[in-house]
């Protein structure tokens, strides 16, 4: 993630340069406070793309659980808009298709017709699960009043189903609990803390105070960052100081730091910049007088030492879990001090990735390490090296080690499953800043839904996951991370929320293990691409651990398959309804499910009727899906369990 009026990274020819507009400090705070608290939220029982009214809501206490933790859900309703007093609940506890538990009981709006009912369920001692909640609310008559989903992720470390979250507001009086308890309803078990820190060179001020402006001249109070870690720790989130590995500020000098391990360009630069010239940025003016930053060589041991030192102090002193690297990307072949004017020497910065993470992972003293590679230019030495979590921000003029773009929808996918490979299975956080040039042109403007949710598929169903949600409700459209000009609508934030317990429910399925078969699939009556090309239905299979899935992502109606929707603009995917997907495997499964984000299945599985058959393809079976309106996920189990008692409703939409 990088702050800056300018940016790149370069591949060969591929030159990426950035300019990020000065907004006013007063306007970025009010901003940050656009839009509705919801807290968790879950659709209504209603089943379609409209039924988006909130009639009961679900929080669980933390973002994550150890094994073996007892879980505790609080359900908060009107009685009145229930139209019911008092009642029964039932809450069913799924572990993909099985029924694990349930939990029954008795529930009784106060004597001011509000509903707060606590629930409490121990989970099983098996590490990295995810949880489903099918909650039914009956009347005292028995009958359904509403239904709802949740959804608890069992694992003892973030790092294999890492959900990155963000925050930038760090002034004195800032109300921490309120902005944690709202990431942590987002399902969020990460937190990168954006600008917080005094200097780059420096994090906290020599003297030890707990005050100072940032190099943009916002006021950050430590107490207020520490604060925000105390109140994470408790929610079981990871708190993660943001800070670049080679940057410091004009002051550098002051404390220690030598031009000699600094980095000059070693070619002209299509940036303006000349063969010989400093490696600089600068982000404009700043009443700190610190808005230039100057690059310094990642594999010169001095500023190695420096650096990290600097680091682990801050994370010792703030209470942090671990640092957050980050860069402005790849600039270019370079020159070290000891290799100016030498033309047949030089280097790329990206080469030293892998070195300089292992060294830092080696001295954090058991903290945590994440790092952006911008662009995914040298993200395979990131994928080799011992971060505890990847992460690349993508840009859509980048290219990948094969030459490929990384515009589309697949593009997403292909660095997604090449990561895991490179990595061995670890789950790629992607920042992808959605309708980047329209953000920056408006104010106070809602984000185009469709375009964030396919994009959400895209990386979510292809198992790997997404930084765009944070400092309360806000979601990102900017590097810089405190301009939020655009805002998620009611609708929006419902189906957001929706997508977030979808992702911990069938974590197993999406980021464990399953990797991508190549069987093939037909879809009749429909086009369809194993690529994602516009209008078609985008399907394609994985198998692993005794399950084979089909993702399905609706792209019909869609009139381009990029996924950056720059100019705010994208179409919604046509609803289509009974499907009858063929999927083409001489695999023998006892069951076939079909489960969604979208309202009509709310993350409930519904048992699908499995045909078999051979054709001149060979073996299949044949399954009708309801409906498809965003993402689907079609999954296959070794084992035949009861389906839900609303089965036949699930993912109908009247």
Not at 183 to 207: A, S, T, V
Not at 380 to 390: G, I, K, M, R, Y
Not at 501 to 529: C, K, M, P, T
Not at 634 to 654: A, C, H, L, M, R
Request: aromatic share 12%; no cysteine; proline share 3%.
């Amino acid at each position: 993630m990088t702050k800056k009026e300018m940016q790149g990274s370069k591949q060969k020819k591929t030159n990426t340069t950035k300019t990020i507009q000065w907004i006013g400090i007063g306007a970025v705070m009010l901003l940050l406070f656009i839009g509705i608290g919801y807290g968790v939220m879950t659709l209504n029982s209603s089943k379609g793309t409209e039924g988006n009214e909130v009639q009961v809501r679900v929080s669980l206490d933390k973002a994550m659980y150890d094994p073996g933790e007892t879980i505790q859900l609080t359900l908060t309703a009107d009685a009145e808009v229930l139209g019911a007093k008092k009642g029964q609940y039932e809450v069913t506890v799924k572990q993909l298709d099985k029924t694990v538990d349930v939990l029954t009981g008795e529930w009784t709006a106060t004597a001011d017709n509000q509903i707060d009912e606590i629930i409490k369920w121990t989970a099983p001692s098996d590490d990295f699960k995810g949880y489903l909640f099918e909650i039914r609310l009956d009347d005292s008559k028995g009958k359904i009043v509403t239904t709802a989903t949740s959804a608890a992720d069992v694992s003892s470390t973030w790092t294999k189903f890492p959900r990155y979250g963000f925050l930038t507001n760090f002034d004195k009086g800032v109300e921490t609990e309120g902005i944690i308890d709202q990431m942590k309803d987002w399902q969020l078990n990460g937190i990168e803390y954006y600008d917080w820190k005094y200097l780059h060179h420096q994090l906290i001020p020599e003297d030890g105070a707990m005050e100072w402006q940032d190099w943009a001249g916002r006021p950050i109070s430590g107490e207020t960052v520490k604060s925000y870690i105390a109140d994470a720790k408790a929610k079981n989130m990871t708190n993660m100081s943001y800070n670049m590995i080679y940057a410091a500020t004009n002051n550098y000098a002051k404390y220690g730091i030598k031009d000699e391990w600094g980095l000059w360009y070693a070619e002209d630069h299509e940036s303006g910049k000349n063969k010989g010239d400093r490696f600089t940025f600068s982000m404009g003016a700043s009443p700190t007088g610190q808005s230039n930053l100057f690059f310094f060589d990642i594999r010169n041991p001095d500023w190695q030492d420096y650096i990290i030192a600097k680091n682990l102090e801050a994370l010792e002193v703030m209470g942090f879990d671990g640092w957050h690297g980050d860069t402005v990307g790849e600039w270019g072949k370079m020159w070290s001090s000891d290799m100016l004017g030498d033309d047949s020497q030089g280097f790329y910065v990206k080469d030293g990735y892998k070195a300089f993470l292992d060294k830092a992972k080696a001295e954090l003293e058991g903290y945590q390490l994440s790092f952006n590679p911008v662009g995914a230019q040298g993200i395979e030495q990131v994928n080799a090296s011992a971060v505890d979590v990847l992460y690349a921000e993508i840009w859509p003029w980048d290219h990948d080690s094969e030459g490929v773009q990384y515009n589309t929808y697949n593009s997403l996918k292909r660095e997604v499953d090449q990561s895991r490979k490179e990595s061995g299975g670890k789950s790629l956080i992607i920042p992808a800043y959605m309708e980047y040039d329209y953000a920056d042109s408006v104010i106070d403007q809602p984000f185009n839904q469709s375009a964030v949710l396919l994009t959400d598929a895209a990386v979510y169903a292809a198992g790997g996951s997404r930084i765009e949600l944070g400092d309360g409700d806000a979601m990102l459209s900017s590097e810089y991370f405190p301009k939020h000009h655009l805002y998620m609508t009611e609708e929006h934030m419902a189906r957001q929320k929706g997508l977030q317990d979808f992702i911990v429910a069938y974590q197993n399925l999406l980021r464990d293990g399953l990797e991508d078969n190549g069987n093939l699939i037909a879809i009749e009556g429909h086009d369809q691409s194993a690529d994602g090309e516009p209008d078609t239905i985008w399907a394609y299979s994985k198998s692993g651990n005794e399950h084979d899935t089909i993702q399905l992502i609706n792209l019909v109606g869609v009139s381009d398959n990029e996924w950056r929707a720059n100019d705010g603009k994208k179409e919604t995917p046509k609803l289509v309804t009974d499907l009858t997907v063929k999927y083409y495997t001489d695999q023998t499964f006892q069951s076939a499910w079909v489960t969604s984000p979208d309202p009509a299945y709310q993350s409930q599985s519904k048992k699908l009727e499995i045909e078999s058959g051979v054709d001149d393809k060979g073996h299949f079976l044949t399954m009708k899906v309801p409906s498809l309106e965003y993402w689907d996920m079609i999954y296959f189990s070794q084992t035949d369990s009861k389906p839900s008692d609303q089965n036949e409703s699930i993912g109908v939409i009247e």
